[in-house]
């Protein structure tokens, strides 16, 4: 299957800085990305979506100024998490939609952010 | 909204056991469900999909089949291996253009020698 990386897989910062978190599609085009945040023993949940030259469209409750989303190529978005609290702590997970394989997801392995 | 219901874990088997591992779901319309799994350190892949009722998903030795009247997908296996130790996750799509998944919260496989 394709392949999605993350960089980086974990990062500890301080309370008030930003984080940057990167999403690449190796060996496909993601037109559409998404992006998940997963908490200790629960379910990944949908962050925003991702497509290529536009906005980003968040889901309800999700801080569009505090999850900075940037999509500018057909391999790479980003995820910048402003002015970090203890409470982002958590497993943030990205996948990417290949259109020429059936629509499926294909994830990337994660990072691990801890803020303190 | 859509949701995905999998049971409490974790389950912890030894090799050779019989797996099953319990999914129900709510969605509107005809939603295509999915299992995913997650080996220690490595990203979510699939590992089958069924896109309509009645039809079973398969893949290394896993199986899946879509019950509408009941909504569940329930994943079982015949004989685990220690290697199938991870993390599975149910999920569904909508129909359509709506590629969004939902996840159920994942259960913990630790298959013993």
């Known amino acids: 299957g394709a392949v999605v990386s993350q960089h980086p897989s974990w990062v500890i910062c301080k309370s008030g800085t930003s984080v940057k978190i990167e999403c690449r599609s190796l060996?496909?085009?993601?037109?559409?990305m998404f992006w998940y945040r997963q908490f200790p023993k629960q379910s990944l949940m949908l962050m925003a979506t991702?497509?290529?030259?536009?906005?980003?469209?968040?889901e309800q409750g999700v801080e569009k100024d505090k999850f900075l989303i940037n999509h500018a190529s057909l391999t790479l978005s980003t995820l910048t998490v402003t002015s970090a609290h203890p409470e982002d702590s958590s497993f943030y997970i990205c996948?990417?939609?290949?259109?020429?394989?059936?629509?499926?997801?294909?994830f990337g392995p994660g990072t691990r952010l801890t803020v303190l | 909204g859509n949701s995905v219901t999998q049971m409490e874990g974790p389950v912890t088997l030894s090799e050779e056991a019989f797996l099953t591992i319990n999914c129900t779901y709510t969605?509107?319309?005809?939603?295509?469900l999915f299992w995913y799994v997650q080996y220690p350190g490595e990203g979510l892949q699939l590992l089958l999909k069924?896109?309509?009722?009645?039809d079973k998903g398969s893949n290394k030795g896993f199986e899946a089949t879509y019950r509408k009247e009941t909504t569940s997908f329930h994943l079982e296996k015949g004989s685990v291996q220690v290697s199938d130790s991870a993390v599975y996750f149910c999920?569904?799509?909508?129909?359509?253009?709506?590629?969004?998944?939902?996840f159920g919260k994942g259960i913990t496989l630790s298959v013993r020698p």
């Open positions: 999920a569904l799509s909508g129909t359509g253009a709506n590629s969004k998944l939902t």
């Open positions: 969605a509107t319309g005809y939603p295509s």
């Open positions: 069924a896109t309509k009722a009645d």
């Open positions: 060996d496909f085009q993601a037109t559409t």
């Open positions: 991702s497509n290529e030259g536009s906005k980003a469209t968040y």
């Open positions: 996948s990417g939609l290949d259109r020429a394989n059936l629509n499926e997801q294909f």
